[in-house]
């Protein structure tokens, strides 16, 4: 079915357009696009990660900006959708982090945002999405996280005053 609506469409899209939005669709998406992630932490120091849907790994909340969305917006919508969290405080922005090689899906540049939580007021929004959210004390954090996102984390972790340009 879908096979079919695909060739009504092209039919009625005149190949000169077609051409066009091709041509811009592939500059478009062969673009970084730009996303933000929490090192949201508790008043007593535990750490919130995500676990994610489609690998099973845990990570740091946050995801991409939306068109005419705010860096703050972004954070504010993905911790609540992806932990049920509200009301972040914010602490300090440690870093943008952009190598291509983070993500597989598509090459994000990556603003890393240090922010204080309460804890988890409800479950995440798409639970094929997220399957939790958990809090974890410094010793629980796991080796690894979702799209190499450990050396985000560190910076809170290492207790540094610098921001990162990677």
Do not use: Q
């Not at 669709?25 to 090192?39: D, M, N, Q």
């Amino acid at each position: 079915m879908r096979t079919t609506l695909a060739r009504v469409i092209l039919r009625w899209f005149p190949k000169a357009a077609y051409g066009i939005v091709h041509e811009m669709t592939r500059h478009l998406l062969r673009r970084p696009v730009v996303g933000v992630s929490a090192v949201a932490r508790t008043s007593d120091g535990r750490f919130l990660l995500i676990r994610r849907g489609d690998t099973g790994t845990w990570g740091l909340p946050g995801g991409t900006l939306e068109w005419g969305e705010t860096m703050r917006t972004a954070l504010e919508r993905e911790l609540e959708e992806e932990a049920g969290v509200v009301a972040p405080t914010y602490v300090r922005v440690l870093g943008v982090w952009s190598d291509p090689s983070r993500d597989l899906r598509f090459h994000a540049v990556t603003v890393g945002v240090e922010c204080r939580i309460e804890p988890p007021v409800k479950a995440p929004n798409n639970p094929l999405e997220i399957r939790e959210a958990r809090l974890f004390n410094d010793a629980e954090l796991p080796r690894e996280l979702a799209f190499g996102a450990e050396d985000i984390l560190a910076v809170v972790r290492a207790g540094h005053d610098i921001t990162v340009l990677e």
